[in-house]
């Protein structure tokens, strides 16, 4: 049993001692990811002028809103306290230099499959990583102030991973939070316009989608994006994960699969479900994730079938019970 108290004194005992400080996320950023690695950078710069606070990491064209990353050298990254937020696992960290995982600080909301760091507050019940943020900025025994920039940065991230509050993982304190975190002068429509819009060629790839998309009668759906698709519609990897919702959107489908195709002839593996658990296949397959949300960095041609599989035996065992 965690206790988050403790765990969140002492995080706050560790920036305290820092003069310098690099927070990291996970590879391939989603708005969480961002939101919580510059939200938290920006509770502390307001909390502590006097430090250096550095988010590092890459930062792909479609989220440059959110905000920027810095760059820095290997001297100042070795005397840095680092912070890790959004990762669940160190293979996973963003970061050209070597992290020493036995001296960082995870701060997480994924399930805690791997514990690492130094201090390791992982609270699977928050439905972000954004979301801890918000409540470290909100708990009146931190020094942490919320500010307009914070705010701004935090509200994408909470968007992102509840899809607009529309998943389970949306609890009252997530609207409790987002409450507060509004009166921040938090530019509501505009992030949400970011969120809804994408580019022409990725909503012509969606259209690809409904049109391939295989669907089980017990309601399982899959689809394969190859590398001729990605390129018939200008995309990418990147790019492709914006698509991964698409099939919840069709009645009737419970959970579904997405294959996308990278440079090696492998797939990387989109999972996505309404209701039965679908990480353990995932995990697998060396993958992990979400009970709901997961993926499988690369699977061969011939496992697309062993997945989806399994797959579609969850969802006919869910629908048994
Ligand atoms: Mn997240």
Redesign the pocket.
């Given at each position: 049993m965690m206790n988050y108290k403790e765990l969140l004194k002492e995080i706050i005992t560790e920036i305290e001692k820092a003069n310098s400080i690099v927070i990291l996320r996970h590879r391939k950023p989603?708005p969480?990811?961002l939101g919580s690695q510059i939200g938290l950078s920006k509770l502390i710069k307001g909390a502590y002028p006097e430090k250096s606070v550095y988010v590092i990491g890459d930062m792909p064209e479609n989220l440059k809103y959110i905000g920027d990353m810095d760059e820095i050298t290997q001297k100042v990254f070795n005397k840095s306290l680092v912070i890790v937020v959004?990762c669940s696992t160190p293979q996973l960290i963003n970061c050209p230099f070597e992290v020493k995982v036995d001296e960082v600080i995870k701060i997480d909301?994924h399930p805690n499959v791997t514990p690492y760091g130094k201090v390791c507050y992982v609270d699977t019940t928050a439905a972000?990583?954004s979301e801890i943020m918000a409540e470290f900025a909100f708990d009146t025994t931190t020094p942490f102030q919320m500010n307009r920039e914070a705010a701004n940065v935090i509200y994408a991230g909470i968007i992102g991973?509840t899809g607009r509050f529309l998943y389970p993982s949306t609890t009252s304190k997530t609207f409790a939070l987002v409450s507060k975190l509004i009166q921040h002068d938090v530019d509501l429509s505009g992030i949400a316009d970011r969120m809804i819009t994408k580019p022409l060629n990725v909503n012509r790839m969606t259209g690809y989608i409904y049109e391939h998309l295989e669907v089980s009668p017990e309601g399982m759906a899959s689809v394969v994006l190859t590398k001729e698709v990605l390129r018939r519609f200008q995309s990418n990897d990147q790019l492709a994960s914006l698509v991964v919702s698409v099939p919840g959107t069709v009645e009737g489908i419970l959970a579904w699969s997405l294959y996308v195709e990278q440079e090696d002839a492998t797939f990387r593996v989109h999972l996505r479900s309404k209701g039965p658990i679908v990480n353990h296949i995932a995990q697998e397959f060396g993958g992990g994730g979400h009970t709901l949300a997961c993926g499988i960095p690369s699977v061969t041609q011939a496992q697309i079938l062993e997945v989806d599989a399994k797959l579609k035996e969850v969802v006919r065992n869910f629908k048994k019970d």
């Open positions: 989603d969480d990811a959004d909301h972000s990583a991973d």
